[in-house]
């Protein structure tokens, strides 16, 4: 039995290594690998891990970005270092409108909103979304004009932040606002500051990595008031079996993320986030058509 459970969390382990950086919902697929997937496991335990379990992703992002994001590199000057606290700086700023919001509305959210219906149609409405907006990017650089004097007549959402130092402190905070529609499951943490940053006119790259630092204080700092609150305050004592669980699912949504992370900017240099709407709404279908199917549609 301690094995088919440290096998289902390395399975679980995959899918939240993978789901968590491409914008196409973690809870989405979650969902789905619950109903097919279940730990044996005791309910306090399994609403720890699915959190926990997202510091491994995390320290992929800080482990590929360590040299990027340390201000204290003896690799850099001064104006680098300085340029990195204000990086840092930023994401803080940007932090400020999700913890806000997940602080006063996350448990009404989670009771209202947290149903398949409500995941499938997030799944289907940011895929259109990520459709649309990256055609409309598309039609957008076709029809920019040239010249000399095209710089005065191009809308404002053609001129896109090419690098994470140029993105302004007001861009970060709307970026950060954006994150707070995450709340509602289904839109996806990464899908929905990455759909922000086009919208407003950053660069894909700029958009992903940006959402990548974002999750940083956002995900420890989730992580850590639930593993406060576990241990401290509600006494949750792990048999080996969880412990087995809790490592094994941290641990390869570490490795898995590091590959999910370089794949995915590998990805968008050649490539849009059109793709993923695309599966976004591939995967509300199914989600819908699966839980029809099993007369569990509103569970």
């Known amino acids: 039995m301690e094995l088919i459970e440290l096998l289902k969390a390395l399975l679980i382990g995959i899918v939240q290594g993978i789901t968590e950086w491409l914008p196409i919902s973690s809870t989405g697929h979650m969902i789905l690998v619950d109903e097919l997937v279940t730990l044996n496991v005791s309910e306090q335990f399994l609403g720890l891990f699915l959190v926990v379990i997202q510091l491994g992703s995390i320290m992929a992002v800080l482990v590929l970005y360590f ?7 003896p690799r850099k000057d001064r104006p680098q270092k300085r340029a990195t606290l204000t990086l840092w700086l930023k994401v803080i700023v940007a932090c400020v409108p999700a913890a806000v919001v997940g602080l006063l509305w996350d448990s009404w959210v989670e009771e209202h909103f947290y149903n398949v219906v409500v995941v499938a149609s997030a ?64 839109t996806s943490r990464s899908g929905s500051t990455i759909l922000g940053g086009l919208i407003l006119g950053v660069s894909r790259q700029v958009a992903a990595e940006f959402s990548f630092f974002l999750a940083i204080p956002v995900m420890f700092g989730w992580s850590g008031l639930r593993a406060v609150k576990a241990f401290l305050i509600d006494k949750l004592t792990l048999t080996g079996t969880e412990w087995g669980v809790l490592v094994v699912g941290v641990i ?48």
């Open 252 to 299: 390869v949504a570490f490795i898995v993320s590091v590959f999910a992370i370089r794949f995915l900017m590998g990805f968008i240099k050649k490539h849009s986030f059109e793709v993923f709407g695309w599966y976004r709404i591939a995967l509300g279908v199914l989600v819908l058509g699966f839980f029809a199917l099993t007369g569990s549609l509103l569970g």
């Open 123 to 186: 799944l289907v409405l940011y895929g259109i979304a990520f459709i649309v907006i990256e055609r409309l990017k598309r039609s957008t650089s076709r029809t920019q004009p040239r010249g000399k004097h095209a710089a005065h007549r191009l809308p404002v959402a053609a001129d896109p932040t090419q690098e994470l130092a140029d993105l302004s402190f007001p861009r970060a905070l709307a970026i950060g606002a954006f994150q707070c529609l995450a709340l509602i499951p289904g």
């Open 67 to 73: 040299h990027r994001l340390n201000p204290f590199s």
